[in-house]
């Protein structure tokens, strides 16, 4: 017997099965014993599982409250909208930079 704590010793582990291992499943097709949902995309997981240490944080909050300049309940918001798999909208926070960054301008010029 070989050394491996496996039966499927011999077997050659194709792209799909590699990928399946990574994920922690069970490579050859056995029960899922995954957390995450089958369908949600790594990105999806990782920026859901931040959402989550972000939102467990209140300085983590305040620090990125501080660092896009909105506010701490804006960005409690924000992370509660990932966490719960709502699609963001890239308007809002482009929108008041380029404001910000407007009003700058206008500030130099006078």
Excluded: C
């Excluded at 070989?2 to 099965?17: E, I, L, Q, V």
């Excluded at 995450?36 to 467990?56: I, K, N, T």
């Amino acid at each position: 017997m070989s050394n491996t704590p496996n039966n499927h010793a011999g077997d050659d582990f194709t792209a799909k099965m590699r990928d399946e291992q990574a994920r922690g499943k069970d490579p050859y097709g056995g029960p899922e014993e995954a957390k995450g949902s089958g369908s949600e995309s790594f990105v999806s997981q990782e920026q859901r599982r931040y959402a989550a240490q972000m939102l467990d944080s209140p300085e983590m909050l305040e620090y990125e409250a501080l660092r896009t300049g909105d506010s701490v309940p804006g960005v409690r918001w924000k992370y509660k909208q990932v966490l719960s798999g709502i699609p963001q909208e890239s308007g809002r926070s482009t929108s008041a930079k380029s404001s910000k960054k407007n009003s700058k301008r206008e500030h130099k010029e006078r």
